[in-house]
Nanobody
């Protein structure tokens, strides 16, 4: 089992930045690929970014490429999502997820989410 807890969300003006953290406890965090998803009000949850276990590969949805950066520190059992040049359309609840496979959809473990609100 892996428990995930997100933090770092909040209210920011358009053009601003936030850094989300995903703290993992339980089994070795470094054994799992990690991803970030988001869900805006009235919309389905969508993939944002993913990173392999050893951080050798990353991948992003087109709408955040060049603005968001996913990273991880396995020694600290923590993953990150650095979000720059935020836009109002980035407003959503952001979730981190962990799993054995490096995918865009299927992860076994999920956090409770952290709210990100971008004002115009």
């Amino acid at each position: 089992q892996v428990q995930l807890v997100e933090s770092g969300g909040g209210l920011v003006q358009a053009g601003g930045s936030l850094r989300l953290s995903c703290a993992a406890s339980g089994r070795t965090f470094g054994s799992y690929a990690m991803a970030w998803f988001r869900q805006a009000p009235g919309k389905e949850r969508e993939f944002v970014a993913r990173i392999t276990r050893s951080a050798e590969r990353t991948d992003y949805t087109d709408s955040v490429k060049g603005r968001f950066t996913i990273s991880r520190d396995n020694a600290k059992n923590t993953g990150y999502l650095q979000m720059n040049s935020l836009k109002p359309e980035d407003t959503a609840v952001y979730y981190c997820a962990a799993g054995l496979a490096y995918t865009k959809d299927s992860y076994a473990y999920w956090g409770q989410g952290t709210q990100v609100t971008v004002s115009s």
